[in-house]
């Protein structure tokens, strides 16, 4: 710890004695250096705290890598998933397609209802619409994706 530089001014009187007054007047500096021999293990606690500290940090950080190759994972599971279920849509449509052909063709000869032949068209407009939804839903997974793989592109 340090002082820092002052004037001092200092004056005594003595009855008795062979000088009976005395004045000094002067610059003052000075330095003091103050070192620790013994702080009650505070440094050994320290220590030990910041090695547990990093010790946490490291875990948190694992946690964190685990965590995302975990999402990444679903994400690349969900994208496969939806390009199985495009194709299985695709095929779903084709066999509706012929469906409402067999059913449009027994309706012109007038062997089938009318219901029978709307219930055709509609299970047709149906495929279509979930092969919609399905190229849609792998889409959003593939953009997911490549988002947790850090290459979107905007």
Same mark, same amino acid.
């Given at each position: 710890?340090?002082?820092?530089?002052? #004037?001092?001014?200092?004056?005594? +009187?003595? /009855?008795?004695? $062979?000088?009976?007054?005395?004045? !000094?007047?002067?610059?003052? #500096?000075?330095?003091?250096?103050?070192?620790?021999? $013994? *702080?009650?293990?505070?440094?050994? =606690?320290? @220590?030990?705290? %910041? =090695?547990?500290?990093?010790?946490?940090?490291?875990?948190? &950080? +694992?946690?964190?890598?685990?965590?995302?190759? /975990?999402?990444?994972?679903? %994400?690349?599971?969900? #994208?496969?998933?939806?390009? /199985?279920?495009? @194709?299985? @849509?695709?095929?779903? +449509?084709?066999?509706?397609?012929?469906?409402?052909?067999?059913?449009? *063709?027994?309706?012109?000869?007038?062997?089938?209802?009318?219901?029978?032949?709307?219930?055709?068209?509609?299970?047709?407009?149906?495929?279509? &619409?979930?092969? !919609?939804?399905?190229?849609?839903?792998?889409?959003? /997974? @593939?953009?997911?994706?490549? +988002? $947790?793989?850090?290459?979107?592109?905007?």
């Amino acid at each position: 710890m340090s002082q820092p530089l002052s #004037y001092q001014f200092n004056e005594s +009187e003595s /009855s008795l004695g $062979f000088t009976t007054s005395a004045n !000094s007047r002067g610059w003052n #500096y000075g330095f003091t250096a103050r070192m620790n021999i $013994f *702080d009650g293990f505070n440094q050994n =606690r320290n @220590e030990k705290v %910041a =090695r547990i500290q990093i010790e946490n940090t490291e875990l948190l &950080v +694992e946690e964190q890598i685990l965590n995302l190759q /975990s999402q990444l994972g679903i %994400a690349y599971q969900t #994208y496969l998933t939806n390009i /199985s279920l495009i @194709e299985l @849509e695709r095929n779903n +449509e084709a066999i509706a397609k012929e469906n409402l052909e067999i059913t449009m *063709d027994k309706f012109r000869i007038g062997t089938i209802p009318t219901i029978e032949f709307r219930t055709a068209q509609l299970n047709y407009i149906n495929a279509v &619409v979930r092969r !919609s939804n399905a190229i849609f839903q792998a889409k959003l /997974s @593939e953009i997911n994706l490549k +988002e $947790f793989a850090g290459n979107l592109m905007l």
